[in-house]
């Protein structure tokens, strides 16, 4: 059975800095997609970062230069590091992970919350 366990969300002042983890078990992330998304009231989920199995990463264009994805192969556990953080980066944060192998499948954390107060 697949789990994907967030934590490190919480209250910050703008221009803080939180690292939001997810640890993984029954799935390895290494050989699959990874990423974390992100949903605020009444939008829509949109991805915040992402790193595929080849260890390429790529972000939203609005945390560019703000926040890190990495990933410990061998805690198994993806981070996102989120610096310089904006009220419009409140959300709750999800991680995700997409296997690259048949029969293709996708799973979901529970989301952890972050709230970025002015």
């Known amino acids: 059975q697949v789990q994907l366990v967030e934590s490190g969300g919480g209250l910050v002042q703008a221009g803080g800095s939180l690292r939001l983890s997810c640890a993984a078990s029954?799935?390895?992330?290494?050989?699959?997609?990874v990423g974390w998304y992100r949903q605020a009231p009444g939008k829509q989920q949109d991805l915040v970062a992402g790193?595929?199995?080849?260890?390429?990463?790529n972000y939203a264009d609005t945390v560019k230069g703000r926040f890190t994805i990495s990933r410990d192969n061998a805690k198994n556990t993806l981070y996102l590091q989120m610096n310089s953080l904006k009220p419009e980066d409140t959300a709750v944060y999800y991680c995700?992970?997409?296997?690259?192998?048949?029969?293709?499948?996708?799973?979901w954390g529970q989301g952890t919350q972050v709230t970025v107060s002015s």
């Open positions: 995700n992970a997409r296997t690259t192998y048949p029969p293709y499948r996708t799973y």
């Open positions: 029954g799935i390895t992330f290494s050989i699959n997609h």
């Open positions: 790193i595929s199995s080849g260890g390429v990463t």
